[in-house]
């Protein structure tokens, strides 16, 4: 068995701009790629959705309780930077995941070169579960604290 993290982020990286970062950490037997398929499919034919899951659409649906319940039970963490350019959200980013124990880190394409930090791949999330797991948690944390003005706030 693996522990396995899937970080995702929300928000526009450009200077001055609240970016939410948030990861899902799982125990996984087999493939990672295929992990939290469950959790993702309840939510999909929920919401009537066959593609890639995104928080606004899982609240307009009327379904954030339930994402939120059934991401809950499950091992997260989130924080917000401000972003300023990609070398200091790299590094920012880097502190965050030496702080969560996992023995490979799974990272949204885009979101940073894998290849700076030990144990990370890059997948696109819509290919990965795990990744749309945290990709929801990312979405929620950045409507509570990244502004609409785009503006800051510390969780």
Known sequence: ???????????????????????V????RGSYLYWGLDILSQLKASAGVKGEIK???VKRRGLASRALAL????????DVHHYVDRESFE?????????????LY??????????KFPRAVSKPSHKVPGIQL?????????????KRSRGFSQP
């Open 55 to 57: 928080w606004r659409f």
């Open 25 to 28: 950490v799982a125990e996984v």
């Open 91 to 103: 590094a920012w980013l880097w502190r965050l995941l030496t702080g969560i124990k996992a023995d």
């Open 134 to 146: 945290a990709d929801l948690l990312a979405g929620y944390t950045a409507e509570l604290f990244c």
């Open 106 to 115: 799974v990272l949204d394409e885009g979101l940073a070169d894998p290849r």
């Open 1 to 23: 068995m693996k522990r396995v993290a899937f970080v995702d982020e929300s928000g526009l990286k450009s200077p001055c701009s609240c970016i939410a970062v948030a990861v």
């Open 71 to 78: 991401i809950g039970s499950l091992e997260t963490h989130r």
